[in-house]
């Protein structure tokens, strides 16, 4: 029997681990800002590792590009969307949080 689905369903274990790492992260930091960082790192992570494990199940190169391209095209949006949110946020007076 090949490890093949192991590997798969172990990289998609840790994927849906940084997606809860993210949501975690979503609801316990205090700002707009810290929450925004969670949320992108944690899910460009997640999904790259989820997309790996699909890829590695699917047992095409093609179907792996897809997931690939797919990856890259949530990494580029996810990014630009965080920063014009943040952009927006400081725009109209939202500071980052502080300790007090």
Do not use: E, Y
Request: hydrophobic share 60%.
């Amino acid at each position: 029997m090949s490890a093949a689905p192991f590997l798969a369903v172990a990289l998609m274990c840790a994927g849906a681990f940084f997606f809860l790492a993210g949501t975690i992260g979503f609801l316990r930091f205090p700002d707009l800002f810290t929450r925004l960082h969670a949320l992108t790192k944690a899910d460009n992570l997640g999904f790259g590792l989820i997309g790996a494990g699909l890829a590695i199940l699917s047992g095409s190169w093609a179907v792996a590009a897809k997931i690939f391209l797919i990856w890259i095209l949530l990494l580029i949006s996810a990014s630009a969307c965080s920063l014009l949110v943040a952009r927006g946020a400081m725009r109209n007076g939202i500071q980052p949080w502080r300790k007090p």
